[in-house]
């Protein structure tokens, strides 16, 4: 691979609009058939609804077929074969990695992978982080756990396969990654926001060293919106004197989108590999136009052994009007995932994201970057309580800090708050993915 090469497949990162849509349409043909021939469940879902391979001729016909949930998955997997049930669709011993869902609710979703299909999952990733600027030379520092979770495997992959040196930061702890990535002198790493904002945390309050000295210059976060969100890719840039890139994926999807060095406000999808529809939450209709709201029903074009035809993954996003400075013909979407549909709630009869709130918190000065948030019932109406750490040097601006907090909550979310102060290091910290919004009105 030449290092100067700006993108990773020329070809299809360049593709006209009109080409990518009939590459999509092609792939879409393939994997429904693929899928409708070897999976029991796929099948019958079809069949219910009078769908079969030759009924799919334009996107006018992909709106028609049945979309998956992921509690159908749950369901599956209680069928033959063990453990994965009948939507695999190769024989049990071509399937080479396990993996399953990290989700908080309900049961874990079982993924298995062909060989192939995890030389896919490699190929998404290497997109990414070609169009992030690892090249080569890189020596990338992985501060993860691996484990059962899909997480950043690929992303070890996928570095391996550009050429990058790797370096596994397992069970490390977080102090020993830290003295690891200075050691080596690691230029990149991966990582949640939640932990890139944690490891410099504790660089400079137990190890005094600040992060922004040391020599990561790239960071890839996964996980969570965080970098995303104005307001956290800034504190971990400053906090760590790198740029930090978002990317989205999911175990029973793949790694379907990521930002570029241009850093545009938004993630391409990388359409070549996927077809991203938005629906509109209440009227179910495709949203084709930038600007308005819904969530992502996607389909995996390559994925095999257990196919992602149509997922209805929760994900809210919106299309983005402008193309990218970049290059890339493939879409953006403006602001990354903005939260899932099940956590956009209402609250007071207004519809709430969480990720609001953290982009007004983590803008302030004066306060840390952990907060938490528990909507809850006060007879008939809710509340909205915000615990947030200030930092030690601005304790004696806590009114301020309120004050400004409130009216900036008001502005940003149209709701009030009961806002509670708390000293430095006083709320729970997070390793991986974050738990900071609890709604105690759900039932359960
Ligand atoms: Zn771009």
């Known amino acids: 691979m030449d290092v100067k090469q700006k993108y990773w497949n020329p070809v299809l990162e360049t593709l006209p609009r009109g080409k990518i849509r009939q590459l999509q349409l092609n792939k879409f043909k393939q994997i429904f058939k693929w899928t409708y021939d070897h999976s029991k469940f796929h099948r019958q879902l079809y069949d219910q609804a009078g769908i079969k391979p030759e009924d799919i001729r334009s996107f006018k016909d992909i709106k028609q077929v049945p979309k998956v949930e992921k ?11 063990f453990p994965y ?9 071509d399937v080479a990695v396990f ?5 908080t609710t309900g049961q874990p979703v079982y993924q298995p992978d062909t060989w192939q299909d995890w030389e896919w999952w490699t190929e998404c990733w290497s997109y990414i982080l070609w169009a992030q600027g690892y090249r080569p030379q890189d020596r990338v520092f992985i501060p993860f756990g691996y484990n059962i979770f899909v997480a950043f495997w690929a992303g070890h992959y996928a570095a391996e396969k550009l050429g990058c040196e790797v370096v596994p930061g397992g069970v490390l702890d977080t102090k020993a990654r830290i003295l690891k990535i200075q050691e080596l002198q690691a230029t990149a790493m991966m990582a949640t926001p939640t932990y890139v904002l944690g490891m410099a945390e504790t660089a400079k309050s137990k190890m005094d060293l600040d992060a922004s000295g040391l ?8 996980g969570e919106c965080g970098a995303s969100i104005p307001s956290t890719k800034r504190r971990m840039e400053q906090a760590w004197g790198a ?3 978002d990317h989205a994926g999911a175990t029973e999807i793949g790694a379907w989108s990521f930002e570029c060095t241009e850093q545009p406000g938004g993630m391409h999808v990388n359409e070549a590999l996927f077809l991203v529809e938005i629906e509109d939450v209440e009227t179910g209709e495709i949203i084709e136009e930038p600007g308005r709201r819904g969530k992502m029903i996607i389909t995996a074009l390559d994925r095999q052994a257990q196919p992602c035809v149509r997922f209805d993954s929760k994900d809210v996003i919106e299309w983005a009007d402008e193309p990218c400075p970049c290059g890339r013909t493939a879409r953006l979407i403006k602001g990354g995932v903005v939260g899932r549909a099940d956590d956009i709630t209402k609250v007071k009869g207004v519809l709430l994201a969480p990720s609001a709130i953290e982009e007004v918190v983590r803008d302030l000065d004066g ?4 907060y ?5 019932k006060d007879g008939d109406t809710d509340r909205i309580k915000l615990r947030v750490e200030v930092l030690p040097e601005a304790e004696n601006q806590c009114q301020l800090i309120e004050a400004e907090l409130v009216d900036q909550l008001r502005l940003k979310t149209n709701l009030r708050y009961d806002i509670e102060i708390c000293g430095c290091e006083t709320l729970p910290r997070y390793e991986v993915k974050a738990k900071r919004f609890k709604d105690l009105r759900r039932k359960g």
């Open 367 to 370: 306060l840390g970057d952990e």
């Open 71 to 81: 509690s159908m998955m749950r369901d599956i997997q209680r069928k033959d074969p």
């Open 243 to 245: 740029k930090v890139y």
């Open 215 to 222: 020599t990561i210059d790239k960071i890839t976060c996964a």
């Open 85 to 93: 049930g009948d939507a695999l669709c190769v024989p049990l011993e």
């Open 372 to 376: 938490e948030v528990v909507v809850e």
């Open 99 to 103: 993996r399953q869902t990290s989700g």
